[in-house]
């Protein structure tokens, strides 16, 4: 275990727990989807659904581990063979993830390099171009974008290859407070801008109208497809930090720092977004157009400190985007590693880092070249892009299934077993709701999540 390495602190393994979880999902997923979906009805269904699944299958990721010493794939073949699948479903997740990951993280280092111009003046810059003209002609000359997402890439791997403690974590610790502060920098501009309140309005007025017949099960799916990608459950990083963290560390205040930590930040990122969205009279759209046309459009209009907003903004989302593309990386690297040890060969950090680099390097490739579907590239399964491919199989699919695998096999096959690695830290009062949740609560939920992430997908018109 010594040589796949060790966190030096909790306070590093918080941080880059965190910044796993932090990414892309909350700067723009969180806040366009939640003004979509009933505003405070949307934050509701969300935080309650952080507290009855997500908060259990943190705590049970951590704790199960740091208990096996091992990722997902070895984690569940020690705990007994048959459940081995899993492991295999949280270790592909990440692997499916990290395609499309790449390319939207090279979008965030070519928009802050553009801001960085735009200080200057600099021709490069997006100054004099509209944002949908700058943003489309950037993703349809492919060669840049794919070149961009490659070396958002490097930068991921060259950060995993550092290992635990001298790559992970030292990157962690200075890149997530760096994040928010810049962030609280954002908000304090945005939220200032004249006609800013009708964005708060948009994100926090209730609106509980989208749970009329069926539409709960809509809002159920989004919220639920929105925590599992945010919080980057069930899909092998959780398993893998876990494995690296000292036994006398307290599980369960962790686990509830993570979860309240990513819904803070979820949230102000919305503050962050929004305000400045309606103060300029734009529409939030959903995905990339929202970050690289609306927002840079809002940026573009604030005069001289528009340039220097839009470089600390973009370089705040490159940086979440950073932390996150890390904590997949890892997950299916550290996984790979005990399979080396398995088979009693001495684990090579460096041999299954540049490995798994060149499938990232192919499938962003892959994503980057069809040029959000603009790239005349065949698809499949009747998705317009390779983007909405990739994340069907991981966030629509694997990862709402893995979650459900999990807590079946730990509060009904293996009920009892994280006890006393959760006790070697605490006193485990969380337990009876730790097991009501994880026993009745959560298989019901994931089942929903499910079929309404599979619904929105496909479009089966089921509700």
């Not at 309005?201 to 497809?225: E, N, Q, R, T, Y």
């Not at 077993?417 to 994931?446: H, M, N, R, T």
Request: proline residues 3%.
């Amino acid at each position: 275990m010594g040589d796949k390495g060790k966190f030096k602190s909790n306070f590093g393994f918080l941080m880059a727990t965190i910044g796993s979880a932090v990414g892309l999902g909350n700067i723009w997923g969180f806040p366009f989807k939640m003004g979509k979906n009933g505003g405070f009805a949307f934050l509701v269904i969300y935080i309650i659904l952080a507290v009855i699944i997500g908060y259990c299958i943190m705590l049970g990721e951590i704790s199960f581990g740091r208990k096996q010493e091992k990722a997902a794939i070895e984690a569940y073949r020690k705990l007994d063979s048959k459940f081995t699948f899993n492991g295999w479903i949280n270790t592909l997740t990440p692997l499916i993830l990290i395609c499309f990951y790449c390319t939207l993280g090279g979008y965030c280092l070519k928009y802050t390099i553009a801001n960085f111009g735009n200080i200057f003046n600099a021709s490069w810059g997006t100054l004099g171009v509209e944002s949908s003209d700058f943003f489309g002609g950037f993703i349809s000359d492919t060669w840049p974008a794919i070149i961009y997402g490659l070396i958002f890439l490097a930068i991921t791997i060259v950060v995993v290859l550092g290992g635990v403690s001298g790559g992970i974590e030292k990157f962690s610790v200075i890149a997530m407070p760096a994040l928010f502060v810049m962030l609280i920098v954002v908000i304090i501009r945005s939220v200032t801008l004249p006609g800013a309140m009708e964005g708060i309005a948009f994100m926090f007025k209730p609106d509980w109208s989208v749970f009329h017949g069926s539409g709960w099960i809509s809002v159920l799916a989004a919220a639920g497809g929105q925590m599992f990608f945010s919080l980057s459950i069930s899909s092998g990083c959780i398993i893998a930090y876990g494995s690296y963290l000292n036994k006398s560390e307290n599980l369960e205040k962790n686990s509830a720092i993570i979860i309240i930590a990513d819904t803070v930040v979820a949230i102000l990122a919305g503050i962050a977004v929004m305000p400045a969205v309606f103060a300029f009279g734009l529409e939030p759209d959903a995905g990339p157009s929202l970050l690289f046309v609306t927002l840079q459009t809002v940026f573009n209009s604030m005069g001289g400190f528009g340039a220097l907003f839009g470089f600390i903004f973009y370089f705040l989302v490159l940086i979440a985007a950073l932390t996150s593309s890390v904590g997949m990386l890892e997950g299916a690297v550290s996984a790979f590693m005990d399979e080396q040890v398995r088979r009693g060969k001495t684990p090579s950090r460096n041999f299954v880092t540049i490995l798994i680099g060149i499938w990232a390097c192919l499938g962003s490739t892959l994503v980057s070249a069809d040029a959000l579907g603009g790239g005349g590239l065949p698809h499949i399964l009747g998705f317009d892009t390779w983007l909405d491919t990739f994340d069907l199989f991981a966030e629509g699919f694997l990862m709402p299934l893995g979650g459900l695998f999990m807590v079946i096999i730990l509060g009904w096959l293996k009920p009892g077993f994280l006890d006393d690695e959760v006790k070697l830290g605490s006193s485990f009062g969380s337990k009876q709701f730790f097991y009501f949740c994880i026993k009745f609560l959560a298989p019901i939920f994931l089942i929903f999540i499910l079929i309404g992430q599979l619904n929105g997908f496909f479009k089966w018109g089921l509700f």
